[in-house]
Nanobody
């Protein structure tokens, strides 16, 4: 059983930055998803278990960066130039094998962390 522990959410003004963290042990590909109120959970970014490859949703490309720190078994999501439409609960997810962009293909999930962006 993999436990994912997220942190780093909060309130930020539009144009600001936040960094989310997700601690997880093991060789898993990791991803961030988000779910806004009344909407379906959507893919944000993923990183393969080796850290060699990443993939982003078009809506965040160029603004968000996913990275992995092996020494701390932690995956980060650096979010810059935040917009009100980025406001959501952000979830960390893990799976064995390669990257995927649909929630159903991830086996393990964190509890979620709220990101609020004020305009």
């Amino acid at each position: 059983q993999v436990q994912l522990v997220e942190s780093g959410g909060g309130l930020v003004q539009a144009g600001g930055s936040l960094r989310l963290s997700c601690a997880a042990s093991g060789r898993y590909s990791m991803a961030w998803f988000r779910q806004a109120l009344g909407k379906e959970r959507e893919f944000v970014a993923a990183i393969i278990w080796s850290g060699d490859s990443t993939y982003y949703a078009d809506s965040v490309k160029g603004r968000f960066t996913i990275s992995k720190e092996y020494a701390k078994n932690t995956v980060y999501l650096q979010m810059n130039s935040l917009k009100p439409e980025d406001m959501a609960v952000y979830y960390c997810a893990a799976r064995g094998g390669g990257m995927r962009t649909t929630p159903a293909e991830y086996n393990y999930w964190g509890q979620g962390t709220q990101v609020t962006v004020s305009s």
